[in-house]
């Protein structure tokens, strides 16, 4: 057998992080997901001070499949981090919001996160860390979507059309 490509590395180091985040439980108290979904309200939060966004822009952001976010979004309104609100403009437009009297219990679990990350920062360096950053962004910037299989990755099996 001979060495791996480039892109055999890439992938093998892309699970390995997704792991080590995953198991270092980036999001303590909140299953992987969920935490993503928050990180992107909190940031708008942030801005606007309300942290009103879109489920479409969820998906945009996360990749993530409707029903998974929407999934996602039923277990952080249950827990009650999220609030649905109209959409602004379209009625079908669905939006969530943070609930800001909750907000403390995703802090909590996000200074568990930057916790996380300080400490890989510690190891491969603050000029390696930015060099990581840049390259995400540009590969966000490329509008880069890979295209969805016909196989579920979740499971393996073959979607219905």
Not at 30 to 58: P, T
Not at 142 to 158: F, I, K, L, M
Request: aromatic share 4%.
């Amino acid at each position: 057998m001979g060495e791996p490509t480039q892109a055999e590395k890439l992938l093998r180091a892309w699970v390995k992080l997704s792991g080590i985040l995953k198991n270092n439980r980036i999001s303590q108290g909140l299953v992987y997901n969920e935490a993503a979904v928050m990180l992107l309200v909190y940031h708008r939060y942030l801005e606007d001070g309300i942290g009103l966004i879109s489920i479409k822009e969820i998906i945009q952001e996360t990749q993530m499949l409707k029903s998974l976010v929407n999934r996602t979004v039923n277990s952080l309104e249950r827990k009650g981090l999220l609030e649905r609100c109209p959409g602004s403009g379209d009625r079908r437009t669905v939006s969530v919001k943070c609930v800001s009297s909750n907000l403390p219990v995703f802090l909590q679990a996000h200074a568990a996160s930057l916790q996380v990350a300080q400490h890989i920062i510690e190891i491969i360096g603050p000029g390696d860390a930015e060099a990581f950053i840049r390259s995400v962004s540009r590969i966000e910037q490329a509008g880069y979507v890979p295209e969805r299989s016909a196989v579920s990755p979740q499971d393996g099996q073959e979607r219905e059309s």
